[in-house]
């Protein structure tokens, strides 16, 4: 297991919800801003969403209020819940790790997990 572990991914129909979950070490779960991608086959890597270790959120606009990023502090993870899914968020979602503190930090990919939505 490496710093940064993806879960939750499925294949759901159109108009499901699912939440995927990323797994981060102690270190990078307290020092890091932790970031949701996703990249559809042939398409370059997009952000989706982002959270500060203070918890601020950011997004996409593409998510639209679809989805929520958060912080479970409990068990060093984060989570994206995504709702009323659609076709287009197809794609392999990556969690990624910049540090806060330091820009020559080391950062930090998950190996991703497979979201399809198709009916």
């Known amino acids: 297991q490496g710093e940064l572990t993806e879960f939750g991914g499925a294949s759901v129909q159109p108009g499901d919800s699912l939440r995927l979950s990323c797994l981060a070490s102690r270190g990078v779960f307290r020092y890091y801003t932790i970031y949701w991608y996703r990249q559809a086959r042939g398409q370059e890597r997009d952000l989706v969403a982002s959270v500060t270790t203070g918890g601020q959120a950011n997004y996409a606009d593409f998510v639209e209020g679809r989805f929520i990023i958060s912080r479970d502090e409990t068990n060093n993870m984060v989570h994206l819940q995504m709702n009323d899914l659609k076709a287009e968020d197809t794609a392999v979602y990556y969690c990624?790790?910049?540090?806060?503190?330091?820009?020559?930090?080391?950062?930090?990919w998950g190996q991703g997990t497979q979201v399809t939505v198709s009916s």
């Open positions: 990624y790790g910049e540090s806060e503190y330091l820009t020559s930090a080391k950062t930090y």
